[in-house]
């Protein structure tokens, strides 16, 4: 079978590609948490106009009722309702087939994702307790910073409630195989609907790692071009946090991109076969770390295979092995964050 890789979603428009088409649409609840914010409200906005989305559930701890408002009256199927502050969660949450959760501060100019850290890491043991009681067989998908740690304290958190499953936890990093897609076919004047560039690792500063080797279709790069392109995707979110000058990270291409990965969940919960992305789950991939970044494919229950790498150049090896010290620190944190509390 052919691999589709990132599900339907192209570089086209997501309505227009999605309306061309009419598969069958079973009941679908997502909820967003953090749904008020930068990436929550576009993020809201693309689920609005998802085809296999019935239902889009938006909570946060403030200004969210006005953002439902406004989204309830684009005439597109999905039924938007609104929740606001911790004793209104269980309600959004009862009955989500996929949680996304942006929720969360985000980076300012001089920060790396792990300063992040103290703030967001409570925040999504918070929401994730709330996910583990009230719908504990849904699909979790984090866009919450950092990446690297947050995931790991999701799955401490739903382990300790006796309700983990680890084909059910995702990190999203669509963004970064977004960013790469993108860069790689601008500069290699490919068609950029059908470049696709697998994004390994994780999604901070040097786990980031793009396996250029292995972009479709195949394409060559000089060592300087391979080293460039690799540090100008690694790169990607802090010259948006620093074009943003204080205001916020990215939030648009970020909200693109979780939709992507939101699109391709769906295929795949409803059965959708060869739906492929790039995201950070549990994985025994890699033997020095527990949860890493490569291409999953996603089907009925979530994460059907985590796919292995296939072959790295002599670049990519030694980026690799550079960079695990740091992702598995950056995992440790999250861990312990639950095991041993501070
Ligand atoms: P933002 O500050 O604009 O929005 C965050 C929202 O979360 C706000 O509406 C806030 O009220 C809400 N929030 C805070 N605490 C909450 C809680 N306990 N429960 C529910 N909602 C809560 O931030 P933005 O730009 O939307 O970024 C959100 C997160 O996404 C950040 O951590 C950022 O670093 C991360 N991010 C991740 C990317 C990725 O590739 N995975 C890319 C870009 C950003």
């Given at each position: ?20 088409r ?58 938007v ?17 996929l ?40 699909v ?38 977004v ?20 994004v ?13 080797s ?17 540090e100008?995707i ?5 010259v ?16 693109y991109a ?5 699109e ?22 890699v ?56």
């Amino acid at each position: 079978a052919t691999q589709r890789v990132g599900g339907r979603v192209s570089a086209a428009p997501i309505v227009s590609r999605v309306s061309r088409r009419s598969l069958r649409c079973e009941a679908r609840k997502v909820a967003l948490l953090g749904a008020a914010g930068g990436i929550g409200q576009p993020l809201a906005l693309l689920l609005k106009m998802n085809k296999f989305a019935t239902e889009l559930a938006l909570y946060d701890i403030a200004n969210v009722v006005g953002v439902a408002a406004d989204l309830s009256h684009c005439n597109t199927p999905v039924e938007v309702t609104a929740y606001t502050g911790p004793e209104e969660l269980g309600a959004c949450l009862k009955g989500a087939d996929l949680v996304v959760i942006p929720a969360g501060v985000p980076r300012k100019p001089g920060m790396t994702r792990d300063d992040l850290f103290n703030t967001n890491a409570g925040i999504v043991q918070a929401l994730i307790q709330a996910v583990g009681k009230h719908c504990p067989q849904a699909v979790i998908e984090i866009i919450t910073n950092p990446v690297n740690s947050t995931v790991p304290i999701a799955a401490e958190t739903l382990k300790s409630m006796g309700v983990y499953d680890p084909k059910k936890l995702i990190g999203v990093t669509s963004l970064d195989i977004v960013r790469a897609n993108t860069f790689v076919s601008k500069e290699k004047g490919l068609d950029m609907k059908d470049t696709d560039v697998p994004v390994i690792g994780g999604h901070a500063g040097a786990t980031i790692l793009p396996l250029l080797s292995q972009t479709t279709p195949p394409t060559s790069f000089t060592d300087a071009e391979k080293k460039a392109m690799t540090e100008k995707i690694q790169n990607a979110g802090t010259v948006v946090v620093e074009a943003k000058a204080g205001k916020g990270s990215a939030t648009l291409s970020m909200a693109y991109a979780a939709a992507r990965m939101a699109e391709s969940t769906l295929l795949g919960l409803n059965g959708e076969p060869n739906i492929y992305e790039c995201a950070f789950v549990q994985s025994d991939v890699v033997a020095e770390v527990p949860f890493f970044a490569s291409k999953v494919l996603l089907g009925p229950h979530g994460v059907a295979k985590v796919m292995g790498l296939g072959e790295l150049d002599a670049f990519e090896q030694a980026a690799l092995a550079s960079m695990l010290p740091q992702l598995k620190a950056e995992i440790q944190k999250g861990l312990d964050f639950v095991k041993n509390p501070p």
